[in-house]
């Protein structure tokens, strides 16, 4: 099935380093979102994104939905231990619509 | 409130045998979607209701993949004769879906069931 392109695939950072992971499709969707998800657990929703050239931020992490809406990215600033994770990006048409997902970036911090 | 529940959290099925996964969406929450999960992998679709009714179920693999949602609340997914290629994580979303503003059409996840076909 569709997947999205996310980048990188891994990272391994040092604890308070700022971190930046994108992701790109072919084609357009309507909303981006940006999930977390911890071994052995669901997806957690971290950010949503409705509008081009949206900029949402949660915390320490912000998210922009890309004007061409066939990008975003996340950003998470002075990453700590608990960050450590999969992050997977996801795409939606319109409404109530299946997600297509990327194949997540690994974060590793490293104290 | 409570979020969203799956059971059995794993299962281990000899190949050909039949299995029944079980999601209890978010109390309220009119849609309900499937997820299968690879090891390494993003969730992919394979089929979603609004309430009772199957909208979509184009990303169940084969016909040995069967979806219900009989009263618009608790789903299960049947997977029958498993195959090797069927071991995976299968993930439940459930949204509250009910009105044009986006914030009730956001998915949360359950803790999803690991299926290990031997």
């Known amino acids: 099935g569709q997947q999205l392109n996310q980048s990188p695939q891994s990272m391994f950072i040092q604890e308070g380093e700022d971190v930046s992971m994108n992701c790109t499709s072919s084609s357009i969707f309507n909303t981006w979102l940006w999930y977390k998800q911890d071994p052995g657990e669901g997806p957690v929703l971290l950010i949503a994104l409705y509008k081009a050239g949206e900029l949402t931020s949660n915390g320490r992490l912000t998210a922009q939905f890309g004007i061409t809406r066939k990008d975003s990215f996340l950003n998470i600033s002075a990453s700590i231990p608990s960050d450590v994770g999969i992050y997977f990006c996801a795409g939606q048409d319109s409404g109530n619509t299946p997600l297509v997902f990327g194949k997540g970036t690994r974060l590793s911090v490293i104290a | 409130g409570a979020g969203v529940s799956q059971s059995p959290r794993y299962k281990v099925a000899k190949r050909g045998q039949d299995v029944a996964l079980r999601c209890d969406p978010i109390?309220?929450?009119?849609?309900l979607f499937w997820y299968q999960q690879a090891l390494g992998q993003g969730p992919e679709f394979l089929t979603y209701?609004?309430?009772?009714?199957?909208?979509?179920k184009s990303g169940l693999p084969s016909d040995r993949f069967f979806a219900e949602r009989p009263e618009g609340s608790v789903s299960t997914l049947k997977i029958q004769r498993t195959q090797q290629e069927d071991s995976a994580v299968y993930l439940c979303?459930?949204?509250?879906?009910?009105?044009?503003?986006?914030?009730?059409?956001?998915?949360?996840f359950g803790p999803g069931t690991r299926l290990t076909v031997t």
């Open positions: 109390s309220g929450h009119v849609s």
């Open positions: 979303a459930s949204s509250l879906g009910m009105t044009s503003a986006p914030l009730i059409y956001e998915q949360y």
């Open positions: 209701f609004q309430n009772e009714a199957q909208l979509d």
